[in-house]
């Protein structure tokens, strides 16, 4: 019981980061927070599914492993912008 109570004090502590995702051929870049312990698959998934839910084009697949997450620009203000 202690340990999980550890755990939650932990992730209450986490870092919290604006995520800026350009995909390529798309106008308007996908925004969302993501924890600091978050792993870049899920930040490309998570991206993904955001951008089908919104019926963005160009229409994208769903296999994260197709796809490539980099840096563009770091923000003076801690934001991160990434493209895909």
Known sequence: MGLNKQNKNHNANSKRFLIIINVLGSTIPIRF????TEL??????T????HAREKRLPLLGKDINEFYLYSTH???DGNFQFEI
């Open 33 to 36: 927070v993501v924890n600091e």
């Open 40 to 45: 870049v698959n899920s930040v490309i998934d």
């Open 74 to 76: 770091v923000g003076s």
């Open 47 to 50: 991206a993904l599914k955001l």
